[in-house]
């Protein structure tokens, strides 16, 4: 089975800090996304890449870069925390050709103090 | 721009009812993807199903069928029997081309928290 994994569950950061949020997959997809979650907004589409370093503005991306070095790592930066990136993070990876929609990890609960 | 709209919040049924989960859909392309996913307690999505947009054929998978119409521009979900482990988040979602590169976009709706009790 394909798998993403986050790195971390469960996050707590100062405003100001500079955060990196990792991602990877372990069966050569080529397509990787960020989402981030909030109660009544559903999912938001931070970034995506397509290919290595590659990268595409979602609908959010303010306050927000994307590093993709490696094929499957595709790595969330916040540049300097604040509190209204409060929020549940989603990375999910698809095939270029996907019947199955995209794989989605566990998710890292930010929480900017 | 794409929009999806599940209207319905949150739902609670007594187990063994059939549930319907609403979800409508806006896009100007012929060419577009439906999904439906579930968000599980655990927090991971996980996919349910994916249909396109010439394909109107309903689907039914166990105690899972979509109902889709372009009429109507609606992707339904219903679960019959329900079971307390179908607790969870229903997202659903649509999928089209962007840009040059014909990169597939994907928006999700607000999902709908759908509530089992034995």
């Known amino acids: 089975d394909v798998k993403v994994t986050q790195s971390s569950r469960y996050l707590v950061k100062r405003t100001g800090e500079k955060v990196f949020l990792e991602c990877v997959q372990d069966m050569d997809h080529e397509n990787m996304f960020w989402y981030r979650q909030d109660p009544g907004l559903g999912l938001r589409l931070i970034y995506f890449?397509?290919?290595?370093?590659?990268?595409e503005k979602g609908d959010i991306p303010e306050g927000y870069s994307v590093s993709r070095e490696k094929k499957e790592r595709f790595s969330l930066i916040l540049e300097s925390a604040s509190t209204n990136q409060t929020s549940m993070y989603l990375c999910?990876?698809?095939?270029?050709?996907?019947?199955?929609?995209?794989?989605f990890g566990s998710g890292t609960r930010l929480t900017v103090v | 721009a794409q929009k999806v709209t599940q209207a319905q919040t949150e739902i609670s049924v007594v187990e063994k009812e059939d549930v319907t989960l609403d979800c409508v859909y806006e896009?100007?392309?012929?060419?577009?993807?439906l999904f439906w996913y579930k968000q599980p307690p655990s927090g991971e999505l996980v996919f349910l199903i994916r249909r396109n947009s010439f394909d109107e054929q309903n689907e039914i998978s166990g105690r899972y069928s979509w109902n889709f119409q372009k009429s109507t521009s609606s992707f339904n979900f219903t679960i019959t029997a329900s079971q307390v482990v179908d607790s969870a988040v229903y997202f659903c979602a649509l999928s089209e081309a962007v840009g040059s590169g014909g990169y597939q976009k994907v928006t999700f709706g607000t999902g709908t928290k759908l509530q089992v009790i034995p």
């Open positions: 890449s397509y290919d290595v370093k590659m990268k």
């Open positions: 999910a990876s698809s095939l270029e050709e996907d019947d199955y929609g995209y794989t």
């Open positions: 896009t100007r392309d012929t060419t577009y993807y």
